[in-house]
C-alpha cells in the first residue's frame, strides 16, 4: 500500500511537472537599435501575462537577411515560429512554402482584429482575399525639413514643396543664400522609386502589379520611371541632393539632415520619433510634408512599406496556437497604440486611431499627422496596393544599381533600358525555379 502510495504521488508530482512546462516560441525580427529593446519589453511584458508561454526573441539582421535565414532554417528542420518579413518579400515568403496562411488559423471569435486594419495596410496584405501575415511594422515616405533653414532661405517654413519643381525651386533657394551647405537628402534605395511610381498611378510589373497573376514582366524602362530619373539626376548634377555614397544608407541619410548639413530629408514615417527628438536635441524646428510628386500628375499615393509577421509551419498544434496567441496580443489595439508612439509606424488598426484621435494624440503631435494623413489619402487601386515581385530584392539592388550608373554619367534611357532587361532576366529565372 505503500509503494502504491508513492507510485501515485510520484505520478502526481510528474503531472504536475509536465502542466507546468511552458511552451517555447521563438520569435526572429529585423529591427537593431533601440526598437530591438522596445520589442524586448513588450516580449517580456507578454511571458508575464502568458506564463503558460515563453517567447524567445532574437534579431536576425536586415530584412534580407532575416528572410534567408528563415527560409534555411525550415530547411534545416528548425524554423522559427515567427518571422518579420518586408513587405517586397511577400511574394517570396509565399513561394517558400515554409508558412501557413494566418488567416486561416485565426479563431472565429478572433477575426474581428483582421477586419479592423486601416485600408491601405488591408489593401497591401490582402493577398489572393486573405491575409497570410499579420500587418506590423507599416510606413510610407514623407517630406521632413527645417523649418530655421527655411527661415534663413526666405522660404515660407509652413509650406514645404508639393512638387519636383518645387523641391528644385527651393534648393535654388537654400544653396544660393547659403542657408545650408547642401539642399535634399534621402537613402539611395529603390523603396523611394516604387512610391515615385505609385504616385503617378503607375505600375512596376504587369499582371496587375503582380495581383491578378504572377508577374512575368518588369516596367522600369517607364514614362513614370522616366520622370523620376531625370529629376534625380539634375538635383544630383546641381549639388542639390546629397546622399553618403553608400545604397541603402538610412542612418547616413538622417546625420545629414539632423546635423543640419541638408535642410531637407525624403526618409520613412517610421523615422517620425527619432526626427522630433533629434531636432530638439540639435536645436532646429521640425517640419514635415506630403512626399513631393512629379508635377502635372495627380497625387495618387504611396505604397505601404514595412513588414508583416509570418507564422512558419512544421510545428506541434500547442506551439502553434501559442504562437499566433502572441501574434494577435502583440499586433492588438493597445500594443499598436504603443508601438505607434514609440517609433513612427503607424497605427494600423482602426481601433488604434481612435485611441490616439481620443488622446489628442495627433493635435499635440503634428509631424505624426502629416504622415498619417498622406497614408489615409492614397486611393485604393493596383497601383498604391503594391507589386508583387518573386526575386523583388534582387529588383530592387538592379534598381539602385542602375541610379549610381545615371549619377557618373550613363544616359538615362540606355540606363534604364539595360536595367530593365536585367530585371526581366531576374524574374524569368525566378519563375522558371517556382513552377509547380
Not at 271 to 293: H, I, K, R
Request: hydrophobic share 40%; proline share 5%.
Amino acid at each position: 500500500m505503500k509503494r502504491l502510495a508513492t507510485v501515485v504521488g510520484l505520478s502526481a508530482l510528474l503531472g504536475f511537472a509536465f502542466a507546468a512546462e511552458k511552451v517555447q516560441i521563438t520569435f526572429w525580427h529585423a529591427f537593431g537599435g533601440g526598437r530591438t529593446a522596445f520589442i524586448q519589453r513588450a516580449v517580456e511584458d507578454f511571458n508575464y501575462t502568458h506564463p503558460g508561454i515563453e517567447v524567445k526573441v532574437e534579431y536576425k539582421g536586415s530584412y534580407r537577411d532575416t528572410l534567408n535565414a528563415a527560409i534555411l532554417a525550415a530547411k534545416q528542420g528548425n524554423a522559427p515560429h515567427i518571422v518579420q518579413i518586408f513587405e517586397v518579400g511577400s511574394q517570396l515568403a509565399l513561394d517558400s512554402g515554409i508558412f501557413v496562411p494566418i488567416e486561416n488559423y485565426v479563431p472565429a471569435d478572433l477575426k474581428f482584429q483582421l477586419d479592423d486594419y486601416i485600408k491601405p495596410v488591408a489593401n497591401y496584405y490582402r493577398i489572393g482575399g486573405k491575409f497570410n501575415s499579420i500587418p506590423w511594422n507599416s510606413s510610407n515616405p514623407i517630406l521632413y525639413y527645417n523649418k530655421d533653414i527655411f527661415k534663413k532661405a526666405g522660404l515660407d517654413p509652413e509650406n514645404p514643396p508639393k512638387t519636383f519643381n518645387e523641391v528644385a525651386q527651393a534648393c535654388e533657394k537654400i544653396i544660393a543664400s547659403k542657408a545650408a551647405p547642401k539642399c535634399i537628402t534621402w537613402p539611395l534605395h529603390s523603396w523611394f522609386v516604387e512610391q515615385w511610381i505609385a504616385e503617378q498611378g503607375a505600375l512596376l510589373a504587369n499582371n496587375e502589379n503582380g495581383r491578378a497573376a504572377r508577374a512575368t514582366d518588369v516596367y522600369i524602362d517607364s514614362e513614370a520611371m522616366k520622370r523620376i530619373m531625370k529629376w534625380w539626376k539634375g538635383l544630383y548634377d546641381k549639388g542639390y541632393y546629397t546622399y553618403t555614397g553608400k545604397p541603402e544608407d538610412w542612418d547616413g541619410a538622417n546625420q545629414l539632415f539632423v546635423s543640419q548639413q541638408a535642410a531637407m530629408e525624403i526618409t520613412s514615417t517610421s523615422d517620425v520619433t527619432f526626427m522630433q527628438n533629434a531636432s530638439f536635441e540639435n536645436g532646429f524646428e521640425l517640419g514635415t510634408g506630403f512626399l513631393p510628386v512629379p508635377d502635372g500628375v495627380e497625387r495618387n499615393g504611396t505604397v505601404v512599406g514595412g513588414a508583416s509577421l509570418w507564422l512558419t509551419k512544421g510545428h506541434p498544434q500547442k506551439e502553434q496556437e501559442a504562437a499566433l496567441t502572441f501574434l494577435l496580443w502583440f499586433t492588438n489595439t493597445e500594443n499598436m497604440v504603443r508601438w505607434h508612439k514609440g517609433t513612427g509606424y503607424f497605427p494600423v488598426l482602426n481601433t488604434s486611431v481612435k485611441v490616439l484621435e481620443w488622446q489628442n494624440w495627433f493635435e499635440r503631435n503634428p509631424a505624426y499627422r502629416a504622415a498619417f494623413d498622406q497614408l489615409l489619402q492614397s486611393k485604393a487601386n493596383r497601383a498604391t496596393q503594391g507589386a508583387l515581385i518573386g526575386p523583388f530584392p534582387e529588383i530592387r539592388t538592379i534598381i539602385e544599381n542602375m541610379v549610381q550608373e545615371i549619377f557618373q554619367g550613363k544616359d538615362i534611357a540606355k540606363a534604364l533600358s539595360e536595367a530593365d532587361a536585367q530585371a526581366d532576366q531576374a524574374l524569368k529565372r525566378y519563375n522558371a525555379s517556382v513552377k509547380k
